[in-house]
């Protein structure tokens, strides 16, 4: 069974850094990408920042140069450095897996961690 486990958030006042991290356990496909969501409440569910197994890091406008993704390919986790956070990076934040087994597409959420900026 595939479990996403998110990690890392909390209340941090506006100009304060988090350090998301998601852990894996019973990956049994290939995976194409990693990344992370968020989802601020009444609205829809965005893309924040993707790192795919070949190809180029993918970050949202909102939160280039503010964001750094990484991923650990040995143990299949991925982290989000979040610095300088502003009131409108409060959401649930999610990780993300997706990838390709039996030449089917597969993709896995975990249940998010709450993050809170404060202005």
């Known amino acids: 069974q595939v479990q996403l486990v998110e990690s890392g958030g909390g209340l941090v006042q506006a100009g304060g850094s988090l350090r998301l991290s998601c852990a894996t356990s019973?990956?049994?496909?290939?995976?194409?990408?990693m990344g992370w969501y968020r989802q601020a409440p009444g609205k829809q569910r965005e893309l924040v920042a993707a790192?795919?197994?070949?190809?180029?890091?993918t970050y949202a406008d909102s939160v280039r140069g503010r964001f750094t993704i990484s991923r650990d390919i040995a143990k299949n986790t991925v982290s989000l450095q979040m610095n300088s956070l502003k009131p409108e990076d409060t959401a649930m934040y999610h990780c993300?897996?997706?990838?390709?087994?039996?030449?089917?597409?597969?993709?896995?959420w975990g249940r998010g961690t709450q993050v809170t900026v404060s202005s």
């Open positions: 993300n897996v997706e990838g390709m087994y039996r030449r089917e597409y597969v993709d896995y």
């Open positions: 019973g990956i049994f496909f290939s995976i194409n990408a």
């Open positions: 790192i795919p197994s070949r190809g180029v890091i």
